[in-house]
Nanobody
Framework: VQLVESGGGLVQPGGSLRLSCAAS????????MAWYRQAPEKQRELVAR???????NYADSVKGRFTISRDNAKMTVDLQMNSLKPEDTAIYYC?????????WGRGTQVTVSS
């Protein structure tokens, strides 16, 4: 499974960004798709996760601001990020879980700064 992220960049506080991730390769059996992030000198953390059955989980810090969505036909997962804060600055990674195996994208930088 190959994952390619897009949509990162620099945005002012209060602004919005939309991240997209496309999965390709042997995509049969993908169960969960998710976004993680890692800020400098911090551990990687789950931002949002969506399963094949559309069960969704969000980190408390992004609830009400971020929305995850998934297109099973295209095997893509998007993250709409609104009301961005400086503390959202991080590298955002796409992740999928398939038959107990984790797959990661290379990451896309999101910087929230005035």
């Amino acid at each position: 499974v190959q994952l390619v992220e897009s949509g990162g960049g620099l945005v002012q506080p209060g602004g919005s960004l939309r991240l997209s991730c496309a999965a390709s390769g042997d995509i049969d059996g993908i169960y969960a798709m998710a976004w993680y992030r890692q800020a400098p000198e911090k551990q990687r953390e789950l931002v949002a996760r969506i399963t094949t059955g559309n069960t969704i989980n969000y980190a408390d810090s992004v609830k009400g601001r971020f929305t995850i969505s998934r297109d099973n036909a295209k095997m893509t997962v998007d993250l709409q990020m609104n009301s961005l804060k400086p503390e959202d600055t991080a590298i955002y990674y796409c992740h999928v879980l398939k038959w107990g195996t984790n797959y990661w994208g290379r990451g896309t930088q999101v910087t929230v700064s005035s």
